[in-house]
Nanobody
Framework: EVQLVESGGGSVQAGGSLRLSCLASGFTFDAYAMGWFRQAPEKGREGVAGIDSAGNTVYGDSVKGRFTISKDNAKNTLYLQMNNLQPDDTAMYYC????????????????WGQGTQVTVSS
């Protein structure tokens, strides 16, 4: 059974930082593309960042230069380092897995985590 469990969310002031983690199990982690998505209240789900099995990365325009996606294959863990957080970053953040990077980029991964809330106050 595939499981993706996010952690690390919380409340911070504008300009602060958080690091999200996603512990994966039930599939060959290092062979999959992984991604972070977010959804704010009354808004659609937005792609934040993606990383393929080779370590190549892509970012949404709104987070470029502030967020960094990475993974530790030995720990089956995906990370999202978020710096200079702003109120517009407030959302539920979801980890996702797909057998191809195209699934991540197209926002149709095969598996989703339950999400972790990030709240940024001004």
């Amino acid at each position: 059974e595939v499981q993706l469990v996010e952690s690390g969310g919380g409340s911070v002031q504008a300009g602060g930082s958080l690091r999200l983690s996603c512990l994966a199990s039930g599939f060959t982690f290092d062979a999959y593309a992984m991604g972070w998505f977010r959804q704010a209240p009354e808004k659609g789900r937005e792609g934040v960042a993606g990383i393929d099995s080779a370590g190549n990365t892509v970012y949404g325009d709104s987070v470029k230069g502030r967020f960094t996606i990475s993974k530790d294959n030995a720990k089956n863990t995906l990370y999202l380092q978020m710096n200079n957080l702003q109120p517009d970053d407030t959302a539920m953040y979801y980890c996702a897995a797909g057998s191809t990077m195209a699934m991540i980029v197209s926002r149709v991964p095969e598996n989703w985590g339950q999400g972790t809330q990030v709240t940024v106050s001004s």
